[in-house]
């Protein structure tokens, strides 16, 4: 920092680029969905969080590793008011009929098993090292699904322990796609429930295992989303109303602070040229019938048209049924 800035804005350095025809899957907590739309919004082709919020690296890493071996642990399959839960799963993933949410989440690890045999990115956001034990089952669960807390163990996880649970997630991804490369990143987003004391320290926790494991392989990164939010954008103005979310604002900094780490100057003319059509796209009309709007719509078919570098089909399709050819 010197004398003339009021600020210590983080520089992301380059680092291999991911193209835009690169099969990309994110999972973890929320910020993984936040980037995941991100990139799907900017027509990257994306997976995005699969399973749900998920936040324990150990839940995280089990989700993918059981849609690979395609295994439902039955075992941690609940009943609550007639709705039936998995506590290795979001409650997203919740039916009236044990056997279909199986089939649902079955569903879902074929599609993810799939992806994950010709993806080319992982994208992984860690968000607590704090994990819930069930006792009975003695097995680390992702979603207490509000049993009675005492059915369940509170502990922290060990960087080694996280270390651990990512090599087995590693070597069974890479024996099936030897060229897939990973991006860890640690959730901006504060767990206060934990305390904030005990909320640095599970980050802490996550933040090590992050930079040993970038260290341990060279196909992991790291991305500094938890240190651009902490020391980079560090007023509250960045943050959602209830004081613990990054705003819209502060995700779009991250965001482009992933750009320029990862994409490269095509790459980013790209991402311009479609925010401009996409908020054309967006645009809803007083009077659609109008010769202004009408032009206007022609106008915004010339430029898809000229859009080479990914397809755009659907939108070509959308702007011509918006045509009328005697307006």
Request: aromatic share 10%; charged share 20%.
């Amino acid at each position: 920092m010197n004398g003339n800035s009021f600020r210590t804005e983080i520089t992301c350095l380059p680092g291999n680029p991911i193209g835009l025809r690169a099969k990309i899957l994110t999972t973890g907590s929320c910020f993984a969905d936040q980037l995941g739309n991100w990139l799907l919004n900017n027509k990257f082709e994306v997976l995005v969080n699969p399973f749900g919020n998920t936040y324990n690296p150990v839940s995280i890493h089990k989700n993918l590793m059981d849609s690979i071996h395609r295994e439902v642990d039955n075992q941690l399959l609940i009943e609550q008011h007639g709705i039936w839960h998995h506590l290795d799963y979001h409650s997203q993933w919740s039916s009236s009929n044990q056997k279909e949410l199986i089939h649902s989440i079955r569903n879902k690890q074929a599609l993810v098993k799939e992806y994950l045999s010709q993806a080319e990115v992982v994208l992984i956001t860690y968000g607590t090292a704090w994990v819930y034990l069930h006792k009975e089952e003695n097995k680390t669960v992702a979603n207490c699904h509000k049993v009675p807390a005492r059915e369940f163990d509170k502990q922290l996880l060990s960087v080694e322990e996280i270390i651990k649970s990512f090599n087995e997630l590693h070597s069974l991804i890479k024996n099936s796609n030897k060229n897939i490369r990973f991006i860890l990143t640690v959730s901006p987003v504060r767990h206060l429930k934990d305390t904030i004391q005990l909320n640095s320290v599970s980050k802490a926790s996550l933040r090590l295992a992050c930079h040993q494991l970038a260290n341990q392989y060279p196909e992991v990164d790291y991305f500094p989303s938890f240190e651009i939010m902490m020391d980079d954008l560090r007023e509250y103005r960045f943050y959602d109303r209830d004081m613990i979310h990054p705003s819209q604002e502060a995700v779009d900094y991250i965001s482009q602070k992933f750009s320029d780490q990862y994409f490269t100057s095509e790459v980013k003319i790209f991402i311009e040229k479609w925010s401009s059509i996409r908020q054309a796209l967006a645009h809803i009309p007083y009077h659609p019938n109008s010769v202004g709007h009408q032009n206007f719509l022609q106008d915004l078919l010339r430029k898809l048209n000229s859009i080479k570098e990914v397809s755009v089909a659907e939108e070509i399709t959308f702007v011509q049924s918006q045509i009328h050819l005697n307006a």
